[in-house]
C-alpha cells in the first residue's frame, strides 16, 4: 500500500520561509516523478515543482527563484524549501508521485498561510 504523508506547512509571514517534506512509504519512490501541487478552494490544483527520477526539476513560472526542489532517497523523501512567500500563495500544498500514465498517489496535503 502506497502512502505519502507531507508535514511542514503552517502559518508563516509575507517574505518568510517555509520547508515541506512528503515521506512515501510501500514504494521505492526513487523510481519515479514526484512533485508538488497547490489548490485555493473553489480553484483548480497547479503544478509547482516536480523532480524526476533522474534528478530533472521543473517549476512553475511565479516560484523560480524562490521555490527549490529536491529529494533524498534514502529517505523516500522529497522536499520543497520555499523561501520569499507571498500571500498569494497560501493554499493546500500536495505531494504526488506520479506511478504511471494511468495512476497517481496523492499526499493529504498539508496547509500553508501566509499572512501577517
Known amino acids: 500500500q502506497v502512502e505519502l504523508v507531507e508535514s511542514g506547512g503552517g502559518l508563516v509571514q509575507p517574505g518568510g520561509s517555509l520547508r515541506l517534506s512528503c515521506t512515501a512509504s510501500?514504494?521505492?519512490?526513487?523510481?519515479?516523478?514526484m512533485g508538488w501541487y497547490r489548490q485555493v478552494p473553489g480553484n483548480q490544483r497547479e503544478s509547482v515543482a516536480g523532480?524526476?527520477?533522474?534528478?530533472?526539476?521543473n517549476y512553475t513560472d511565479s516560484v523560480k527563484g524562490r521555490f527549490t526542489i529536491s529529494r533524498d532517497n534514502a529517505r523516500n523523501t522529497v522536499f520543497l524549501q520555499m523561501n520569499s512567500l507571498k500571500p498569494e500563495e497560501t493554499a493546500i500544498y500536495y505531494c504526488?508521485?506520479?506511478?504511471?500514465?494511468?495512476?497517481?498517489?496523492w499526499g493529504q496535503g498539508t496547509q500553508v498561510t501566509v499572512s501577517s
Open positions: 504526488v508521485l506520479k506511478y504511471n500514465a494511468l495512476r497517481n498517489y
Open positions: 510501500g514504494i521505492d519512490s526513487s523510481r519515479y516523478y
Open positions: 523532480i524526476g527520477s533522474s534528478g530533472l526539476i
